[in-house]
């Protein structure tokens, strides 16, 4: 007979890389499984997200007794707060739970959180199994959270990956940033190094920024600067962002705090060669001068010079885009994530079952 399982996090239609995880994951075929998925978010006013969190705990309040486990999908801030509320009515069920721990400011928001980090730290320890994205996030949940180590799996996020991209033959080159448009993605660098490069090639460069977030602001320090051949495009659905990946020739994502992000993996499975800075576990998907290129966050000297380099060697941008496509197909598959989530599923009912 087959388990049932539920995932719960944001809203299927919201923007952003756990939603997209989430998708994911709920496409894969596991092997004795169904999944179902129950939203306790959506973007908006404090009044529409609380009503979502009301729904969904509602949701919860009336089915989770029927769910095998649950799949918990966790970012930080309200994020971890409304989780803590889903795990107690799961735990009062007796439905055992894994923490999908997903946000790129976790560790900011452990700083902020000293009064409350013994609960928080309870709260992750109570779950079966706490699910990373890195070994460097690993190292972070257990050595400065407190999880017990044990608990602690390093699951990556997963990419599809296409045909193998050809070279492109028009003159212009296409430079594409996927993410919120804000200071932790280093949108106001990019838009700054863009301009410094595009002043330093003779051909002509193209920015396309792609995101939800601080668009205004993006649009004014375009025109602050006068640039040309920049376009703010806004938060984009799966079948338009690959479409624009396909166009493009680089990705561009200068962060300053990510986990692994996904808009990352899947330039890289769309065989791009990626900019990006070490933090997080990126350097966990990125070797140097390989399968991308990484400058320090907040270098805008570097990082136009990284554009520079690229956009003027389409030889180089083959190459490493190549090498990161042949590694995300290998190390992102569906196929290894199928396998690791199988086996953690597997486990945790086979001992709730002793």
Known sequence: MNKRVIHIGPGLNQ??????????LLS???????????????????AVRLAAALRGLAKIALSGWSQDLAHVHVSFNGSVWRKMAVTALLRAYGVPYVIHAHGSDFAEFWDEQRARQGAIRRWLNSAACVIVLSSSWKRFYADVVGVEPGKIRVVPNAVKTGAARKAATRREVVIVSLGRLCDRKGTWDLIDAFGVA?????????LVLAGDGELEKARALVASHDLHGVEIAGWLDERN?????????????????????????E??????????????GIPEIITQGVTGVMVPP?????????????????VARHSIGKAARERVAVENS???VKSDLQGIYDGILARKQR
């Open 241 to 265: 962002r690959n479409e624009l990946l396909a166009e493009a020739d680089i990705f561009a994502l200068p962060s300053y705090r990510e986990g692994v992000p996904v808009a990352i993996l």
């Open 334 to 336: 569906e196929s290894r």
């Open 298 to 314: 907040g270098d805008k000297a570097l990082l136009a010079e990284a554009i520079r380099w690229l956009a003027a060697d389409s």
């Open 267 to 280: 330039a890289q499975a769309a065989g791009l060669p990626v900019i990006t800075c070490p933090v997080g």
């Open 28 to 46: 894969l075929p596991f092997d004795g499984y169904i999944q179902s998925h129950v939203s306790t978010f959506s973007e908006g006013s404090a």
């Open 15 to 24: 923007p952003g890389g756990m939603t997209s995880v989430q998708a994911f």
């Open 198 to 206: 595009a002043k330093s090639v003779s051909f002509p460069l193209r």
